[in-house]
C-alpha cells in the first residue's frame, strides 16, 4: 500500500479534491476546483456542457493526469491514497474507485452475466496464483470463483437482469444497458462509485427507478456516490450535496436547498432553463 497511509479524517471526508486544475494547450478545462464529497452521500456535480464535469471524472479515474491539484481518497477500510499520482488500473482495483461512461462502455458480445463476472477479472487472477501454486490454491481459486458468480448474481438481481442474464450486453434495450453498468461498477465493491450521466436517455419510470437504485446504494453499500447528471429531477430529488461548475469553474457548492437558491446558479444555469433554454450538463 505505498500510495497509501493509514490516516483516518475526523470529518467522515471519503474525496478531498483540493484546487485540481485541468489544461488541454491553451483550454483550461478545470480551473482550481476544490470540493469534498462523503461517505454515506450522494454528491452530484452539475452544469452546462462544457463545463468540465466530465474531465473531473477522467483527472478522478487516472484517464487524464491533472495540471495542478490534489486527489485525496479516504478509503474507508485502506486508508489514504492520492489518486493524481496514481494509475488508472489501480485507481479502479487498489483505491476501488469505479465509475460508469457517459457513452456505455459494456462488452457488447459478452452475455450479461459474463459482464460482470469480466468485471472482477482482477481478483480473480489473483487467486489463480495461488492455484498454481498447488491444490490449496486450486480450493482458492474455486472460491473466488464462486464468490465473482454470487456477486455478478446479487448485483444482476439487483438491478432487475436476473431474467436476461444469458442476453448479449449489446441487444439489451438501452435502459437496461445502463443498469448494467452500474451494476459492473458495484461488481469491485467500490467505496466510491462515479457515475456519469446515469439517466441520460431513460424515460421517466426508468428514471424515477434508477433515483431508487441510487439510494438504496448509498444507504446499504455504505459507500460515496459522485453523480454527473443534467436531469434536474434526479439532480434535485436524490443528492445530499450539489457542486455547480461553469466553465470549469466551481460557482455553487451545498445542499439542493442551497444551491436551488443560490442567485449565481440561477443567473448562471437554472434560469436558462426556466427561460426554456434546456440545460444540459
Ligand atoms: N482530451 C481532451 N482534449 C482537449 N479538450 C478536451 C479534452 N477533454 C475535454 N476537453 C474540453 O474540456 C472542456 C470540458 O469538457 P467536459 O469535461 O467533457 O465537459 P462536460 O462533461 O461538463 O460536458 C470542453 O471544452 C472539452 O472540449
Ligand atoms: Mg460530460
Known amino acids: 500500500m505505498s ?84 494509475e488508472g488500473f489501480r485507481i479502479a482495483q487498489v483505491a476501488d474507485v469505479g465509475r460508469t461512461f457517459q457513452n456505455i462502455r459494456l462488452f457488447p458480445k459478452m452475455t450479461v452475466l459474463e459482464n460482470l463476472i469480466i468485471a472482477q477479472h482482477n481478483r480473480l487472477m489473483k487467486a489463480s496464483v495461488f492455484a498454481l501454486a ?49 451494476a459492473r461498477a458495484m461488481c469491485i465493491a467500490p467505496c466510491l462509485l462515479c457515475l456519469d450521466e446515469p439517466a441520460a436517455g431513460l424515460n421517466p419510470r426508468e428514471s424515477l427507478e434508477l433515483n431508487e437504485l441510487l439510494l438504496s446504494i448509498r444507504d446499504e453499500q455504505g459507500i460515496g456516490i459522485l453523480l454527473i447528471e443534467h436531469d434536474m429531477s434526479v439532480v434535485m430529488g436524490i443528492s445530499d450535496h450539489i457542486v455547480v461548475l461553469d466553465h470549469g469553474r466551481k460557482i455553487s457548492d451545498g445542499d439542493p436547498a442551497f444551491v436551488r437558491n443560490d442567485p449565481t446558479v440561477i443567473r448562471a444555469y437554472l434560469g436558462e432553463a426556466e427561460d426554456g433554454e434546456g440545460a444540459d450538463a
Open 3 to 86: 500510495a497509501a497511509t493509514m490516516i483516518q479524517t475526523a470529518d467522515d471526508a471519503l474525496l478531498d479534491v483540493e484546487h485540481l486544475t485541468m489544461r488541454f494547450g491553451g483550454l483550461l478545462a478545470i480551473d482550481d476546483l476544490s470540493f469534498t464529497a462523503r461517505v454515506h452521500e450522494i454528491t452530484s456535480i452539475i452544469g452546462p456542457n462544457g463545463a468540465g464535469k466530465t474531465t473531473v471524472f477522467n483527472c478522478l479515474t487516472g484517464f487524464y493526469k491533472p495540471t495542478v491539484g490534489r486527489l485525496r481518497l479516504c478509503h474507508p477500510d485502506k486508508g489514504e491514497y492520492y489518486l493524481e499520482r496514481m
Open 134 to 182: 498447488g491444490l490449496l490454491g486450486l480450493a482458492r481459486y474455486r472460491v473466488a470463483e464462486k464468490a465473482a458468480v454470487e456477486k455478478a448474481k446479487f448485483w444482476l438481481d439487483r438491478v432487475n437482469l436476473t431474467a436476461r442474464a444469458d442476453w448479449e450486453a449489446g441487444n439489451l434495450p438501452y435502459g437496461d444497458q445502463r443498469r448494467l453498468e452500474i
